[in-house]
């Protein structure tokens, strides 16, 4: 009899050590799992892609070992919805949608598959989120709007460079540009200010758009338009060559040549929407539960050659920083 209870103890051991191994098995490998993540991104863009820095460093800050399938437009809007399908098809564990346009191609394409968007304006209007306190469905991440940056923008025009007339070019079947003008004319109906609109529909029609504002307009204002902000330099040339300031919608746009912005950087909100993904991929939240985050810090940057060349006298009182 004792040799009976001593047989079976030493096979419950046995099997005690067996399960626990195959548990410590299983901890490594769902701790070195490998996750597919697409990307999908519709202009090659810094800021676009500094936000892609961004993301990738939050999951690699966090542990996560991914592989990305990484598409790009190239501004096709067609190639977009492709793209979509293509990383649905894939059946990846979660997609990064990088602007507005490419957040929709995704979020029309599949509603099981997480995604996580940031560079989107306003994710609400665009239809991809029921609201930002409560997402609902399968998308979330973070926006490229700080709820001052406009109006910062606006009071800078009006008070210190003393405009009336704003002109902003973009494309108009963008859901973000659209977003951003309809804010800046609601907004300067109390400021006695008017805006001047040049429509687009693609990069090569900027120029001469820019060029038909001349004579109606005593300051620009480019949101972040991704048709616009592609063929900046147009922009720039003219409103350098007129004596027009004009103000930008981010960073990049300053280094390239646009006198200031009220902003943040690109790399932060992608890294935001990144520790969003990896506490989908960990399981630790869903989408419809990550409230949308707005960037955490603004800031005026300017451009010294570019005031330079506008003759223009840098006021201390301003807080500027300098891009470099």
């Known amino acids: 009899m004792k040799n009976g209870w001593k047989k079976m103890l030493a096979v419950i051991f046995s099997s005690t050590l067996i399960l626990a191994a195959c548990s410590d098995g299983g901890e490594k490998e769902a701790s070195s799992k490998k996750y597919k993540i697409g ?127 704003v002109g902003m070019v973009f494309n108009s079947g963008e859901q973000n540009s659209r977003a951003q003008v309809d804010a800046v004319k609601e907004m300067l109906k109390d400021m006695n200010m008017s805006v001047v609109e040049a429509s687009v529909a693609t990069s090569a029609d900027v120029k001469q758009a820019t060029e038909s504002l001349i004579g109606k307009v005593d300051s620009m204002y480019i949101i972040t338009d991704n048709t616009v902000v592609s063929a900046l330099e147009s922009v720039i040339s003219v409103a350098n060559e007129n004596k027009i300031p004009m103000m930008v919608g981010e960073f990049d746009s300053v280094k390239r040549g646009g006198l200031a912005a009220y902003g943040f950087e690109y790399f932060d909100i992608g890294y935001e929407a990144g520790q969003m993904a990896v506490k989908i991929l960990k399981g630790e939240s869903k989408p419809a539960d990550l409230p949308v985050q707005i960037p955490q810090k603004l800031k005026l940057i300017m451009n010294k050659d570019t005031a330079s060349t506008l003759g223009l006298d840098v006021k201390d009182e301003w807080k500027a920083e300098f891009s470099e």
């Open 39 to 165: 990307v999908t991104q519709i202009v090659e863009h810094p800021s676009l892609n500094a936000a892609f820095d961004g993301f990738k460093k939050a999951l690699e800050d966090a542990g996560i070992n991914a592989e990305y399938e990484v598409q790009n437009a190239q501004g096709d809007n067609s190639s977009n919805t492709t793209i979509a399908t293509n990383l649905v098809s894939a059946n990846v564990d979660l997609i990064f949608a990088n602007s507005t346009p490419s957040a929709q191609a995704v979020a029309s394409a599949t509603s099981e598959i997480p995604i996580v968007f940031t560079s989107v304006t306003d994710a609400v209007g665009a239809e991809l989120v029921d609201s930002m306190e409560k997402p609902g469905g399968n998308v979330t991440g973070t926006i490229d709007a700080h709820p001052d940056a406009i109006t910062n923008t606006m009071k800078f025009l009006k008070d210190e460079l003393g405009a009336k007339n």
